[in-house]
């Protein structure tokens, strides 16, 4: 399971926007915008995940692809679309994994702040049991993001839920929710520090709990009229009760693709 500023105008290839205010403002939107619970700017993205260390017997080894489009429009509301993923493991388990989708509206447009809330629907589409909860899922969602110009920083989270409403009873029922926090600092020329791809998740069917820590680095490259922001994170596991399978450590890769000159809200 478990991601109100001005529009960007096109840019020539290699030019970042000179400091200014408003131009900090928007660097500062696309460098958060793959954690943006309701994103102004149309974007897509592909994540990588792989981990190479878990905890308990086995020191199980997972990797997965996820394509995703971050921010699409329907009326006023946003949906985070994220495909099967493939996924394999040390195990010999590999094939497509589960479908997602956070369905958030945006309660605050424009100013400083951005409050949304909705839902998250879990769809069930693994090729393998390894691979997937085996249940569909649905729960509620809400997010919340900070924009502080002046110190060039971004905050906030993002909150979802999944409980099973339908699926074999062969498979665990899912009561899951994972809270995400979010930070992004600004480091100039296109360089961000965060701490924002670790989800904190509580299995309430398991009685389980999970807190890791994320630290990352990311770097815009304007490519024509459209805008890449690269991200690389480390993901460690601090606290891990009652959960026996989880993740030491997992290297994340993201590359989020934007078009700045589509805006999708207000």
């Known amino acids: 399971m478990l991601a109100a500023v001005p529009a960007a105008s096109a840019r020539s290839a290699g030019a970042f926007p000179s400091p200014s205010p408003s131009a900090s403002a928007q660097v500062l939107q696309e460098e958060a915008d793959d954690v943006d619970p309701a994103p ?3 974007s897509a993205s592909v994540q990588t995940f792989y981990t190479n260390a878990s905890y308990g017997p086995g020191n199980v080894r997972v990797g997965q692809v996820i394509p995703r489009f971050d921010s699409l429009r329907i009326g006023d509301s946003y949906v985070r679309l994220s495909f099967p993923r493939y996924a394999w493991t040390d195990g010999g388990a590999y ?3 589960d479908a997602q989708i956070i369905y958030l509206t945006s309660l605050s447009h424009g100013g400083s702040t951005r409050f949304a809330v909705g839902g998250t629907f879990y769809i069930p589409s693994a090729s393998s049991p390894q691979l997937g ?21 971004a905050t906030g989270f993002l909150l979802q839920s999944i409980f099973s409403f339908a699926g074999p009873s062969t498979r665990p029922k899912q009561r ?6 979010l930070v992004v600092k600004q480091l100039g020329a296109g360089w961000s520090l965060r701490s924002a791809d670790a989800q904190w998740a509580t299995d309430f069917t398991r009685g389980s709990t999970i ?3 994320s630290l990352g680095i990311g770097k815009l490259f304007p490519v024509g009229a459209q805008v890449l922001n690269v991200v690389v994170a480390d993901v460690v596991t601090v606290i891990h009760a009652n959960a026996p399978a989880a993740p030491k450590n997992t290297w994340k890769l993201t590359i989020i693709i934007m078009d700045p000159r589509r805006r999708l809200g207000p």
């Not at 899951?176 to 926090?181: D, F, G, R």
């Open 176 to 181: 899951v929710v994972a809270l995400q926090p």
């Open 211 to 213: 807190v890791p820590v």
């Open 40 to 42: 102004p700017i149309r």
């Open 133 to 153: 909860i085996g249940t569909w899922g649905l729960g509620p969602a809400a997010g919340l993001i900070h924009f502080d110009r002046v110190a060039g920083l």
């Open 95 to 97: 094939g497509i994994s």
